[in-house]
């Protein structure tokens, strides 16, 4: 039997007279194909007077939307869940004879499918710096993937802030690179960060 953890997340907006919200798209509920069990869940939406209906996107990830009829001058959400902490083997896939090794080329009808993962957005310096030190030479594909990650690990630092409003991914990342004491520059002030280095992985062409 695995661990369990309770996690508990709430973000709550307080307003200083009545508002109108608008219909609000909530995605804080775990995706169904998720590897991680998840044995309970559960989400409580303040106003109370609210319709709430559970949508899918293309991806398959869960999304509540949210109308709200009256105004209020307070909107929160809290998401309670457990999850089944078990051991789960990343390496248990299969892989194409032309996906073995890295750099690797789609096969016409998976390049087809992939299309909208494939494309990438205008990134700054310092992305494009650290995208031209990776090590582009021919080894196995699995090999590529985890000195990747086992260099992300060593060079993303996670730091708490302690005052309040988020940043954008960039800005984050360049005000940590100013820190001479920060190896690389490569910090990100919460979670969000590691989400964008994470997402921005297309960059890595296959081709």
Known sequence: MGIRVGLNHKTVYNYDRLVTLSPQIVRLR???HSRTPV??????IEPKDHFINWQQDPFGNFLARLVFPKQTRRFSL???LTAEM???NPFDFFLERYAEKY???YEALEKRDLKPFLGTAASGPLFEKFLASIDRRE???IDFLVQLN???QREIQYLIRL???SRLPKKRWRSQAARAAIRHGFSCSFCGGWGWLRVSYPAISFN
Do not use: G, M
Not at 39 to 44: A, D, I, M, Q
């Open 30 to 32: 775990p995706a169904p």
């Open 39 to 44: 044995t309970s869940y559960s989400l409580l």
């Open 78 to 80: 809290e998401v309670s």
């Open 86 to 88: 078990t051991v789960i």
């Open 103 to 105: 750099p690797l080329r």
């Open 139 to 141: 080894t196995r594909i």
């Open 150 to 152: 086992q260099r992300l």
């Open 163 to 165: 005052e309040p409003a």
